[in-house]
């Protein structure tokens, strides 16, 4: 292999944990299929049509499966209607009330979730499962470390009391011979999720839904997030996600997209990587790397090629960050003082002005993809 060739291999691929597939409206989840995306409403999922209008802005930056509270019968019987507005599977979030299930699960739910510190009467958890096995919809059993069953809450690690939860309120699900569920086992403790999503891992075969609960406002919850759910999925752990933010859900979409590209999950198309500027750099990179962010995500073209492969672009802001530091990328640029050397492969094209940069540089990206 050519030195220059040696950065340009194919990224290595994640063994996955093996799991059975479980679908949720029309997604797959599990190890055969993408990992999802998901996100929650932050409306009175009463209202129809806010809830609707926030689901269906949600699904345009990329969630695949959208999660409501539920916590009145008004709110479960929306779920029809709201239904019949969006496109995307709609799952119905229960604490403490299974009737809600019951109605959710009549009024077309995708998939319900239940946590096993709120709903714990044997009777109640086969009235869900018995209607959930009618309509045959999933659910999910989600652990959360805030809220446990008292016989749970009792010694150990924070992990091993999740884990303990899980098993035991698992052992209901088998009696009855309902395998249709997905699994998430949330803290705000990023250790102690890890930890106990690692424990779980070799328990069982279901799906896994990752996830930092309570994560905190953006700055910190894109960190939290990113450690813990990126950690799970560079060790083939997770097969749906949600990255939870204090704010606007919009937020979380993008963080998640971000997470499953830096691990290697998934691609979405064309990705941006770009050095961090430093005393060589003589071009406002900054605004340079913006512009192309922009621009690229304007353009479906460049979002919608073969995300098997992505489309990489570097942007780098001197000589010694140029084709050598980032050979790794299909196409690129890199300045010095008033020129930029653009690059493909490896190999220099051509010498464009600054102000000329940018477009030259989707011209090549457009090139690039068509020669694919």
């Known amino acids: 292999m050519h030195p220059r060739d040696e950065g340009r291999r194919t990224r ?27 996100s929650m409403a932050k409306t009175d999922t009463a209202d129809v049509d806010a809830t609707s209008e926030q689901i269906n802005s949600l699904e345009k930056r990329g969630c695949e499966i959208v999660r409501v509270a539920v916590q009145h019968m008004e709110e479960a019987k929306a779920i029809g209607e ?49 209607a959930a096995q009618d309509k045959n919809i999933p659910i999910r059993i989600g652990v959360n470390s805030g809220s446990l069953p ?27 011979n309902f395998e249709n ?45 990113s450690v813990g759910i990126g950690t799970l999925l560079l060790e083939g752990i997770g097969d749906t996600i949600r990255v939870s933010l204090t704010g606007d859900p919009s937020g979380e979409i993008d963080t998640a997209r971000r997470i499953l590209v830096s691990a290697g999950a998934r691609s979405f198309g064309t990705e941006i990587i770009s050095c961090p500027t430093c005393g060589r750099c003589q071009v406002d990179l900054v605004s340079l790397v913006k512009e192309l962010q922009e621009k690229l995500e304007r353009n479906t073209r460049y979002a919608a090629h ?47 002005d600054v102000d000329q940069a940018i477009e030259e540089l989707l011209a090549l990206i457009e090139e690039e993809l068509n020669s694919r």
Do not use: W
């Not at 959710?104 to 946590?115: A, F, L």
């Not at 990752?210 to 406002?217: E, K, W, Y």
């Not at 050598?324 to 493909?344: M, N, Q, T, W």
């Open 12 to 38: 290595d691929v994640i063994k996955r944990r093996k799991t059975r597939t479980v679908t949720v409206g029309g997604v797959n989840i599990g190890s055969g299929h993408p990992v999802s995306i998901q």
């Open 82 to 130: 709201i239904k019949k507005r969006i496109n995307i599977p709609i799952v119905a979030d229960i604490h403490f009330d299974y009737r809600l299930g019951l109605e959710s699960i009549k009024h077309g739910v995708d998939k319900i979730r239940i946590n096993p510190g709120n709903i714990t009467k044997k009777n109640e958890i086969d009235s869900i499962i018995s």
């Open 150 to 176: 008292e016989v749970a809450a009792q010694k150990g690690t924070a992990a091993d009391m999740m884990a303990d939860s899980l098993l035991k309120y698992l052992e209901y699900f088998n009696e009855r």
């Open 181 to 225: 569920i997905i699994i998430s086992l949330k803290s705000s403790d990023v250790s102690a999720t890890v930890e106990v999503y690692r424990k779980m891992a070799v328990e069982c075969d279901y799906p896994f839904h990752l996830g930092v609960t309570a994560a905190g406002p953006p700055v910190d919850g894109i960190i939290r997030s």
């Open 306 to 352: 073969n995300t098997k492969k992505p489309l990489i672009v570097a942007v780098m802001g001197c000589e010694v960050n140029g084709p050598g530091e980032a050979r790794s990328a299909d196409v690129g640029i890199a300045f010095g003082s008033k020129k930029g050397a653009l690059f493909r492969q490896g190999e220099i094209v051509k010498t464009v």
